[in-house]
Nanobody, 126 residues
Framework: QVQLVESGGGLVQAGGSLRLSCAASGGTISRNAMGWFRQAPGKEREFVAAVGWSGGSAYYADSVKGRFTISRDNARNTLYLQMNSLEPEDTAVYYC???????????????????WGQGTQVTVSS
């Protein structure tokens, strides 16, 4: 069973940057599509970004397109999310997730993801 651990969250001023990491252990994620999701207080979990197993394809929510970049290092078994030009609306707990199937394209639906991290808090002050 793959375990995912997020890190890199914190408090940042609007316009600032953060880089989230998601380290996998107990198995490889190199064959899985990976995604980032977030959940703000009182709101449902929402899709942020996803990347295919090889890193060759990526999708973004419209709200983060042009500001966030998802990437992966399969040799390090790690997923990343570079977040630039952060806005107060980006405040949420960020979760990484691994797809339940291997060698699949990235998807936006959380139902396609089997393994989830515990989340890391990102707070953007205005």
């Amino acid at each position: 069973q793959v375990q995912l651990v997020e890190s890199g969250g914190g408090l940042v001023q609007a316009g600032g940057s953060l880089r989230l990491s998601c380290a996998a252990s107990g198995g490889t994620i190199s064959r899985n599509a990976m995604g980032w999701f977030r959940q703000a207080p009182g709101k449902e979990r929402e899709f942020v970004a996803a990347v295919g197993w090889s890193g060759g394809s990526a999708y973004y929510a419209d709200s983060v397109k042009g500001r966030f970049t998802i990437s992966r290092d399969n040799a390090r078994n790690t997923l990343y999310l570079q977040m630039n030009s952060l806005e107060p609306e980006d405040t949420a707990v960020y979760y990484c997730a691994a797809s339940g199937s291997t060698y699949t394209s990235p998807t936006l639906s959380p139902l396609s993801y089997k393994n989830w991290g515990q989340g890391t808090q990102v707070t953007v002050s205005s």
